[in-house]
């Protein structure tokens, strides 16, 4: 036996060391490939990897075995070894990839690691025909230290994705297994009770050519797949960054309410010179103080396995430069590293804003435009005969008495404009108490009578039996109906009926339909119902259905018009029903 400090052929041993490092390499890059969500996926990565590793290192034994002057032991026991150290690997590598050990997990991985190869190396030596067995503990302990040693740096430097880490890592495991294999030589001293023949030389080569050439095929054919695996995985992961870069949208990812990961687009929205400006940042030094507590809720909700809320979140955001920035945005939960994590997908919407803005002013002077043109229109007219009777009274001609008269519905007719006009103006308080909307129909009729009748106009008025409480001012609901029965009183030319019909829809409306039998309105003029000044009567202001549809607004109910040319029109009101109590009953009619 060699008395050197490294025993065997140099090239024997270097060839070993580059076996021991591409079977190392290849199983890290076997357990790079693991996708957490996919345990099964991750299982078939892990046990290939401890089966390459577990192969390499018995190759790197025997080729180093072959290099020294010790006797090479056989036999198929040395398959239940390999097994048994795949496994122990197979530990190890699990350990290693259970993210939420974040203390300790390198060192007890590397505890086992360095077991599986000093078990391997040490037991492998042994056999039946031993004889004289001798250890040297401490040289034992020190191979057990440079193992763990070795496994500990691989382990970190693959974690760490340093530059040039995988080669690094497998440099590491393959100098230190090679180490544990010297330093074992010298540490365990056996004498066999048996020569080796040639015989059974023969037939120890003839089972190591098998063993050498299928644990290289092994290697070889798992290397290959890795590497498969590996391009494909690249190809598909350069896909997805040029997806995330090149999209006009920002890209973000949020962990612990900082900014951990953001796209070019980001950095552009921000005005960001470099990444380095936000990644590591709060969330919250850009988001408007007004949108925290808002940011904070969205950000909790949608834990992983969680519905995320659909609608976009609209915040404001202040640039680097200062600038203001409204935004709407998406996000999803995942985990990553172990760690919660939200995706977010955030959309710079200020132009939108400002053109919306730019809409709704321009839609404010239009509709101001509308309403300026129908007021000196509407008003002009009484105005101008105002002015002509004035100059009759200042010339002293004609019958001055019959001009006060007609002055007098003049500027009633003024006066009539502004009132709906300012029904139209901001919200007034008024007080809402529950009526009965059954008997405002019915002293609407009451009031109307006379005027249809004049008409050659019937109204047939037909009620549900129940109290049809609502929840409203009785003027303005009695001024509804006035509006829609004369309207519909003043269609029929030539007479006719208007039927009333009041009922409850599904104990949560009151349904009011005004059917009149005139000539019907055309869809074109029927769309146009309740715009200010439209109107198709000779001398009606428009306003009338405008305020109509104003208060059932207000009353929180709803109003539409069908009509068909020739058949008549009918008018639909829809008020929510409020059920009244007997005692509110029973003071309401005290009260009456």
């Not at 470099?274 to 809720?297: C, I, P, W």
């Not at 019937?458 to 039996?465: A, R, T």
């Not at 000044?533 to 259905?545: A, E, I, N, V, W």
């Not at 109910?557 to 009918?570: C, D, F, M, N, P």
Request: glycine share 6%.
């Amino acid at each position: 036996m060699a008395d050197s400090i490294i025993s065997g052929n140099p090239y024997y041993l270097v060839l070993s060391v580059i076996i021991m490092c591409f079977a190392s390499y290849t199983m890290l890059n076997m357990i790079e490939q693991l996708q957490p969500k996919r345990r099964m996926y991750g299982f078939n990565w892990i046990i290939g990897g401890a089966s390459v590793y577990g192969l390499g290192l018995w190759t790197m034994h025997v080729v180093s075995l072959l290099a020294s002057d010790y006797r090479m032991v056989m036999d198929w026991s040395m398959l239940l070894v390999l097994v048994v150290c795949a496994i122990i690997v197979y530990s190890s590598l699990v350990i290693l990839k259970k993210q939420e050990l974040v203390r300790g997990r390198y060192l007890f991985s590397a505890l086992l690691m360095a077991l599986g190869s000093t078990m391997l190396q040490y037991i492998s030596m042994l056999s039946e025909s031993v004889v004289i067995l001798q250890m040297n503990w401490p040289l034992f302990w020190l191979s057990f230290g440079v193992g763990i040693a070795g496994a500990y740096l691989a382990f970190y430097w693959l974690d760490s994705k340093s530059p040039y880490y995988k080669l690094k890592s497998c440099l590491s495991l393959g100098l230190s297994n090679m180490a544990i294999h010297q330093i074992g030589m010298h540490a365990l001293k056996i004498e066999y009770d048996n020569i080796l023949s040639t015989d059974l030389l023969n037939e120890y080569l003839l089972l190591l050519a098998f063993l050498l050439g299928l644990s290289t095929l092994i290697i070889l054919s798992f290397s290959l797949t890795t590497w498969l695996a590996s391009n494909k995985y690249s190809q598909i992961d350069e896909r997805y960054k040029l997806l995330v870069e090149n999209s006009m949208d920002t890209i973000a990812v949020i962990s612990d309410d900082k900014w951990e990961f953001m796209n070019r687009a980001g950095l552009r929205m921000f005005e960001a010179q470099s990444e380095t400006e936000l990644l590591g940042q709060s969330v919250y030094g850009l988001l408007d103080s007004q949108y925290h507590n808002e940011m904070r809720a969205w950000l909790a909700t949608g834990q992983e396995h969680e519905a995320v809320p659909a609608k976009p979140l609209e915040l404001q955001w202040l640039s680097m430069q200062g600038t203001l920035l409204h935004t709407e945005m998406v996000s999803a939960s995942s985990t990553f590293s172990g760690k919660q994590i939200k995706q977010v997908i955030i959309r710079d919407i200020s132009e939108r804003k400002k053109n919306e803005e730019l809409l709704i002013n321009s839609e404010k002077l239009y509709v101001a435009g509308q309403l300026a043109a129908g007021i000196a229109h509407e008003i002009r007219n009484p105005l101008t005969s105002l002015k002509g009777f004035l100059q009759l009274i200042a010339s002293g001609r004609g019958n001055t008495s019959n001009f006060y008269d007609i002055m007098k519905s003049e500027l009633i007719r003024i006066e009539s404009i502004v009132s709906e006009l300012l029904m139209l103006s901001k919200p007034q308080v008024y007080e809402f108490v529950h009526k009965d909307s059954r008997q405002i129909m019915a002293d609407t009729v009451n009031l109307l009578e006379t005027q249809a009748i004049l008409h050659n106009v019937m109204i047939e008025f037909h009620s549900d039996y129940r109290p049809l409480w609502v929840l409203g001012v009785e003027n303005q609901l009695k001024q509804v109906f006035i509006n829609v029965l004369k309207n519909a009183i003043e269609a029929m030319h030539n007479g006719g009926v208007v039927t009333i019909t009041m009922s409850l829809e599904e104990e949560s409306a009151v349904l009011i339909r005004i059917k009149d039998e005139g000539s019907g309105i055309p869809d074109e003029q029927l769309a146009k119902i309740g715009q200010p000044f439209y109107t198709t009567k000779d001398k009606g202001t428009g306003l009338g259905l405008m305020v109509t549809y104003k208060i059932i607004d207000n009353h929180q109910g709803r109003i539409s018009a069908e009509s068909k040319l020739g058949v008549g029109t009918t008018f639909v009101i829809q008020l929510p029903y409020r059920e009244m109590t007997v005692a509110k009953a029973e003071q309401s009619d005290s009260a009456m």
